[in-house]
């Protein structure tokens, strides 16, 4: 499978735990985005990276929250001192750099439970 | 800003009818627009997109959608509906000068057989 993964894909912590989520996009893309999901709503986006530039933040990205993508293959999104609001499941989506190629491919996501 | 509005929860559809699930924008450029479908435990599905051209797109799975600019519309099709339909939809817009995709809340489309 080709697509992009995501690890863990379940993950259980208690409040106030750091936590760290994996994503490797589709090996031929640069670019790559972080989207957050909670029930009964659509992904909101994150933050955005191309090759190892993050150039686009959401200021739903609050300073717990901080991302990477060190050598511009994958990227890691890490917690800090999680609340139950952190709650939701997150994705991983990547995107070519031709022209025409706006569309983003997600990965199966990490579904985080804070307890 | 850019937003997306699906004004339906829900949308019952039986097999072998014609579905549609609405979709309404709000963009301060040009917009990109997309519908994905995400099936229960999957992650996204790219369904299709309109970037410019011809007003209706044609995508996976026999769906089409009509982009419509001056009521800002971008509507998803499907002249026949089948139960393995049944998923939750979502459309999301993208404006000019912009990486970050704006979801709507997501349409659960039910076909009954």
């Known amino acids: 499978d080709t697509g992009v993964s995501q690890d863990p894909r379940h993950k259980i912590t208690k409040r106030g735990q750091n936590v760290t989520f994996r994503c490797d996009p589709i090996?031929?893309?640069?670019?790559l985005y972080w989207y957050r999901q909670t029930l009964g709503q659509g992904p909101e986006f994150l933050t955005y990276?191309?090759?190892?530039?993050?150039?686009?933040k959401s200021r739903l990205l609050s300073d717990r929250f901080s991302a990477e993508r060190p050598k511009g293959s994958f990227s890691t999104l890490e917690i800090q001192r999680t609340e139950q609001g952190d709650s939701a499941m997150y994705l991983c989506?990547?995107?070519?750099?031709?022209?025409?190629?706006?569309?983003?491919?997600f990965g199966p996501g990490t579904r985080l439970t804070v307890t | 800003a850019q937003s997306v509005a699906q004004p339906e929860d829900q949308v019952n559809v039986a097999e072998g009818n014609p579905l549609t699930v609405k979709c309404t924008y709000s963009v301060s450029g040009n917009p990109y627009l997309f519908w994905y479908v995400q099936y229960p435990n999957r992650g996204l599905q790219f369904l299709l997109k309109?970037?410019?051209?011809?007003?209706l797109v044609k995508g996976s799975y026999g769906f089409e959608a009509e982009f419509n600019k001056s009521q800002t519309s971008f509507h998803l099709k499907k002249p026949s509906a089948l139960v393995s339909d049944s998923a939750l939809y979502f459309c999301?817009?993208?404006?000019?000068?912009?990486?970050?995709?704006?979801f709507g809340s997501g349409t659960r489309l039910q076909v009954q057989p």
């Open positions: 990276f191309q090759n190892e530039a993050q150039l686009e």
């Open positions: 309109y970037i410019t051209g011809d007003n």
């Open positions: 999301a817009v993208k404006d000019t000068g912009r990486r970050a995709l704006t």
């Open positions: 989506a990547s995107s070519p750099q031709d022209g025409f190629s706006y569309e983003q491919y």
């Open positions: 090996s031929e893309h640069n670019r």
